[in-house]
């Protein structure tokens, strides 16, 4: 089934040829993650709780798609069905042409808490990871890949430091790094950034296009995030989704708008302003005290 749906007309022809061939490519390239029909129930003392219900979603190989919507909304659980640590009620999920029925490396995750274990240096806080995921590596290799990914994201100068030296940015750039490192095919994001200042995760979001661009636009990322503007700028499309329990898919928001963008220039984009508010309008009810009248 096709996910992909239109936002609204706008005015700037050059746009809408974009668009159009950007939807284009999406349709030609193989699919990474298959989500068909899926629901997830949890055991309550009071009874079953339903977080997600009849979830189908497709993703293209090298799509970035964020997950948005108000807490509570299934956004992770739906996630975790991705990465193989939710296991569905019904349904079922395919990553990379195979049923997920356990994590893999072939599904790197990165969480808000940068899950960093804070008596291991930088360094060999991903070396660990290379070693565990990459074990047909030559001990070369492994080093080769630790150090070039280190350099990517600018730390090779703070590789010796505890976790508890280092700022939150600097921490959430170690994690993206310790990803990046074991290759995987799909980047699975959980609010990656959502405990960062503004100019820090604005700087982050800049750095994880260069890394994702320097795969060669190959690996497929899907983030959860509660930030409009966040979604828009990393996002080729973002999964708007209902509120829980029993949530559900409400609306898929294509985001056509060329790459690569510039944050500071993006926002007067007549498209980005028609998608920022067509995702305002899905997910907030009321915008004044009036509106309580």
Known sequence: MSNISTIGSTSVENNNMVADKIIEQAFAAPLSIEVNNVTVSFKTPTGAYTAVKDI??????????????????GKSTLMGTISGMVQPTAGEVFANGKKVSAPGPDRGIV?????????????KNIYVAVDS???????????ALVETNLKMVNLWEHKDKLPG???????????????????PKILLLDEPFGALDALTKSAMHVELLKLWNLDHREKTIVMVTHDIEEAIFLSD???????????TIREIVDVP??????????VHD????????????????????DDEH
């Not at 708008?257 to 500071?264: A, Q, V």
């Not at 998608?275 to 915008?287: T, V």
Request: glycine letters at 6%; aromatic letters at 6%.
């Open 237 to 247: 499309r973002v999964v708007v989704m209902n509120n829980g329990p029993a949530a």
């Open 270 to 289: 007549p498209m980005y302003m028609d998608i920022h508010d067509r995702l305002l309008n899905l997910l907030i009810a009321k915008f004044s005290i």
């Open 56 to 73: 189908s979603l497709t993703v293209k190989k090298g799509e970035i798609i964020s997950l948005i919507g108000h807490s509570g909304c």
């Open 165 to 183: 030296q280092l700022s939150g940015g600097m921490k959430q750039r170690v994690a993206i790094a310790r990803a990046f490192s074991i290759n």
């Open 133 to 143: 995921a990459l074990k047909d590596l030559s001990t070369e290799e492994k080093i």
């Open 111 to 123: 969480f808000q808490n940068y899950s960093l274990l804070p008596w291991l240096t930088v360094y």
């Open 257 to 266: 708008l060329k790459r690569p963008r510039n944050k500071k220039e993006i």
